[in-house]
């Protein structure tokens, strides 16, 4: 079956634009969770959402913002770029919220000048 | 919220040595621990976990040992090779509501032939 696939892959964005990431998860997973990467910080979970609901969020600012569709999908957001929020995005899927295993994505690798 | 401390950030080791990255986490109520390996450019993808009802788990050349009193954890691989240069990320979290994993900072882990 698929796997994760995340859209766009690579991105430029100017400071001060808006981004907006897709997630689509492996076919019956409902959990979607977002992490950003950068280097030497590891993984940093932004928010997790189960059944079109957040279910948990990180410690990011009101920027940062997301969704699930009904089709168990994902968007995320990131207004007002600034320089700092160049990362690597990746998005990870389980079939639930209490499960334990992640199945991430390829990443959109975001770079803003 | 839990933490995890991950060392070392660098190891860099000959083929066919033995490799080990510690992890310590914070809260007592953390009951699973994923490691995960990030090639270069690639995704991470779970390599192997424990729970915490078992105190060591192998799967061919790699195994993770835990130690709940101490609170930390670890992942060994024996007869390393080439192919297992990347980085390795632990995890711990919760099981429920909370089962966000909290990651450590990463290890890159790297073989010379």
């Known amino acids: 079956k698929a796997g994760v696939t995340q859209t766009p892959r690579y991105l430029i964005k100017t400071r001060g634009q808006q981004v907006t990431l897709s997630c689509s998860p492996i076919s019956g997973h409902r959990s979607v969770s977002w992490y950003q990467q950068t280097p030497g910080q590891g993984l940093q979970f932004l928010f997790e959402?189960?059944?079109?609901?957040?279910?948990n969020k990180g410690n990011f600012p009101g920027r940062f913002s997301g969704r699930q569709f009904s089709n168990s999908r994902s968007e995320m957001n990131v207004s007002t770029l600034e320089l700092g929020d160049s990362a690597l995005y990746l998005c990870?899927?389980?079939?639930?919220?209490?499960?334990?295993?992640?199945?991430f994505g390829a990443g959109s690798r975001l770079t803003v000048l | 919220g839990e933490n995890v401390e991950q060392h070392p950030s660098t190891l860099s080791v000959q083929e066919g040595d033995s490799a080990v990255i510690k992890c310590t986490y914070s809260d007592s109520a953390s009951n699973y621990f994923p490691w995960y390996k990030q090639e270069l450019g690639k995704r991470p993808q779970l390599i192997i976990d424990?729970?915490?009802?078992?105190g060591e788990k192998k799967d061919q050349r790699i195994a993770v040992t835990l130690n709940k009193t101490a609170k930390h954890f670890s992942l060994h691989i024996t007869e390393t090779q080439p192919e297992d240069s990347a980085v390795y990320f632990c995890a711990a979290s919760m099981g429920g509501g909370s089962y966000i994993p909290t990651f450590g900072r990463g290890t890159s882990l790297i073989v010379h032939p």
């Open positions: 959402y189960f059944s079109e609901t957040q279910r």
């Open positions: 990870a899927s389980s079939w639930s919220s209490g499960a334990n295993v992640l199945t």
């Open positions: 424990i729970r915490s009802n078992v």
